[in-house]
């Protein structure tokens, strides 16, 4: 009998399909995992930029994470973008509840094209209720000098 490995997405939605959950779950596919997503944002984007940002309800992240953990379950979780201080704190929350393991941080905080996707005042958050939870952290060099708070 085949084992099949599970991964929990929590992201934005790219409508261009070459970032956020799609991206993700294409990966998972090709690796030949089974995929499952909590979606935070949806986003109006293509490969030139981010026109629009809808967020979706810290609450509604949270009842999506719980959706997928009480019946499904992960073997690990890949977070993509969290744009604001109350979005870290439902997902970091849900990440303790649950017990998710293996945890990967992607700290999206811009898009390739520089449109801001993460709130200012969500870099505190971000290093206090997440960092800690994180098995591998995989910033760029924008996105780690904004961590570190130096170049």
């Not at 993460?118 to 997440?130: E, F, I, P, Y």
Request: with cysteine; glycine share 8%; hydrophobic share 45%.
């Amino acid at each position: 009998m085949k084992t099949y490995y599970r991964a929990l997405t929590i992201a934005g939605s790219d409508s261009g399909g070459g970032a956020g959950v799609q991206a993700d779950l294409k990966t998972f596919s090709a690796l030949g995992v089974f995929g499952m997503s909590a979606i935070t944002a949806l986003t109006a984007q293509n490969t030139h930029s981010v026109t629009g940002i809808f967020p979706v309800p810290p609450a509604f992240i949270g009842e999506q994470i719980d959706a997928v953990m009480s019946d499904i379950g992960t073997n690990a979780v890949k977070i993509g973008m969290l744009h604001s201080p109350e979005v870290i704190k439902i997902v970091a929350e849900k990440l303790k509840q649950w017990q998710c393991p293996n945890v990967v941080l992607d700290p999206v905080m811009i898009s390739k094209s520089g449109d801001k996707l993460l709130q200012d005042d969500a870099v505190a958050a971000l290093t206090n209720h997440l960092l800690p939870l994180a098995t591998v952290i995989t910033p760029n060099l924008p996105e780690a000098s904004v961590l570190l708070g130096r170049t």
